[in-house]
T-cell receptor, first 113, second 112 residues
Framework: EPEVTQTPSHQVTQMGQEVILRCVPI?????FYWYRQILGQKVEFLVS????????KSEIFDDQFSVERPDGSNFTLKIRSTKLEDSAMYFC???????????FGPGTRLTVT | AQSVTQLGSHVSVSEGALVLLRCNYS??????LFWYVQYPNQGLQLLLK??????LVKGINGFEAEFKKSETSFHLTKPSAHMSDAAEYFC??????????FGAGTRLTVKP
């Protein structure tokens, strides 16, 4: 069964450093998403991406964040200068069409020290 | 804008008892509704979804939910809880022109 994969599973970085979180969505899906979940809290929408551009972003997704689909398979989230409060679980998801169910990856735990 | 409210951040039931997790939504357009489950240290897994058609939808692991437009609700139920049902449950809403938004989640504890 096709699945969304994410690498790395755990990333530790120092405050101010850049990080890139990687995702491989399901191959025939057209919509891609990033979510954040701070420990013990709700799943928060960050951004959606379709046709090589951002279709929607939340207020969390400020200028420090960017997304890219560098090739036909990967979908990346970059945080330019990490802050302590960026420590969270980051989930990638994909869907066939915009409103259909989303399939989630296992997440990347980002720890900023 | 769409939003979801999950009543009760924690629900505790005994094994074999009825599970009822509440979800109310707000949407100005016909909603698509979802329940996801998150087991510890894992990603989100789809339990069930409502888009159109039958308002009572059945999902995996014996769960079901009923879309009630008049009450703007989509409560999740299971007749008999198992220990393995202990997890975090998230209700979510989307529509044909809106991305998915999640509720705050309900942690289900199952007591032996």
């Amino acid at each position: 069964e096709p699945e969304v994969t994410q690498t790395p599973s755990h990333q530790v970085t120092q405050m101010g450093q850049e990080v890139i979180l990687r995702c491989v969505p399901i191959s025939n899906h057209l919509y891609f998403y990033w979510y954040r979940q701070i420990l013990g809290q709700k799943v928060e929408f960050l951004v959606s991406f379709y046709n090589n551009e951002i279709s929607e972003k939340s207020e969390i997704f400020d200028d420090q964040f960017s997304v890219e689909r560098p090739d036909g398979s990967n979908f990346t989230l970059k945080i330019r200068s990490t802050k302590l409060e960026d420590s969270a679980m980051y989930f990638c998801a994909s869907s066939e069409i915009r409103a259909s169910e989303q399939y989630f990856g296992p997440g990347t735990r980002l720890t900023v020290t | 804008a769409q939003s979801v409210t999950q009543l009760g951040s924690h629900v505790s039931v005994s094994e074999g008892a009825l599970v009822l997790l509440r979800c109310n939504y707000s949407s100005s357009v016909p909603p698509y509704l979802f329940w996801y489950v998150q087991y510890p240290n894992q990603g989100l897994q789809l339990l069930l979804k409502y888009t159109t058609g039958a308002t009572l939808v059945k999902g995996i692991n014996g769960f079901e939910a009923e879309f009630k437009k008049s009450e703007t609700s989509f409560h999740l139920t299971k007749p008999s809880a198992h220990m393995s049902d202990a997890a975090e449950y998230f209700c979510a809403v989307s529509s044909s022109n809106n991305d998915m938004r999640f509720g705050a989640g309900t942690r289900l504890t199952v007591k032996p």
